[in-house]
């Protein structure tokens, strides 16, 4: 049975309500004390924000290398390691986390984004797609400028 509710937020939406009319009364008086759809996803997504900021400001110090990849690998790769590389800083020390600091490929990030934080810096060091980090600055300047 649908039914429109009026949300905490103010905001009115339709709901599909099912089973014993007890158990409809509940799920409706519930969803009342609750926010709308729009309101939960607006509020996930400012809260993704501000966490993509915090892990943005903690890593702000790393002079990391471009991400290699198609443009979705590329974006989903550097939310990944920026998360990551933020929890690592906090824990460890640059110089271990350096070998995460050299990868480059925005598959490999998002292919290890499950591991450990250990098993992430043991995976680092074996990656074939490591730079040094003269190679990284010598590909960047070498790379033309597009408007």
């Given at each position: 049975?649908?039914?429109?509710?009026?949300?905490?937020?103010?905001?009115?939406?339709?709901?599909?309500?099912?089973?014993?009319?007890?158990?409809?009364?509940?799920?409706?008086?519930?969803?009342?004390?609750?926010?709308?759809?729009?309101?939960?996803?607006?509020?996930?997504?400012?809260?993704?924000?501000?966490?993509?900021?915090?892990?943005?400001?903690?890593?702000?110090?790393?002079?990391?290398?471009?991400?290699?990849?198609?443009?979705?690998?590329?974006?989903?790769?550097?939310?990944?390691?920026?998360?990551?590389?933020?929890?690592?800083?906090?824990?460890y020390n640059d110089a271990d986390c350096d070998?995460?600091?050299?990868?480059?490929?925005?598959?490999?990030?998002?292919?290890?984004?499950?591991?450990?934080?250990?098993?992430?810096?043991?995976?680092?060091?074996?990656?074939?797609?490591?730079?040094?980090?003269?190679?990284?600055?010598?590909?960047?300047?070498?790379?033309?400028?597009?408007?």
């Amino acid at each position: 049975m649908e039914q429109r509710i009026i949300h905490a937020c103010g905001h009115e939406q339709a709901h599909h309500l099912t089973g014993f009319d007890s158990q409809q009364e509940r799920k409706a008086k519930w969803l009342k004390t609750t926010t709308c759809r729009d309101c939960f996803v607006a509020e996930k997504r400012a809260e993704e924000a501000a966490a993509a900021a915090l892990s943005s400001a903690a890593i702000s110090h790393l002079d990391l290398p471009l991400l290699t990849g198609s443009d979705r690998q590329i974006n989903w790769g550097a939310t990944i390691r920026t998360k990551r590389l933020a929890g690592l800083t906090d824990l460890y020390n640059d110089a271990d986390c350096d070998a995460c600091l050299r990868v480059t490929d925005a598959k490999w990030w998002i292919d290890h984004r499950d591991l450990t934080d250990v098993d992430l810096i043991a995976a680092a060091t074996q990656a074939p797609d490591m730079q040094s980090a003269s190679a990284v600055a010598a590909s960047i300047t070498d790379m033309p400028r597009t408007a």
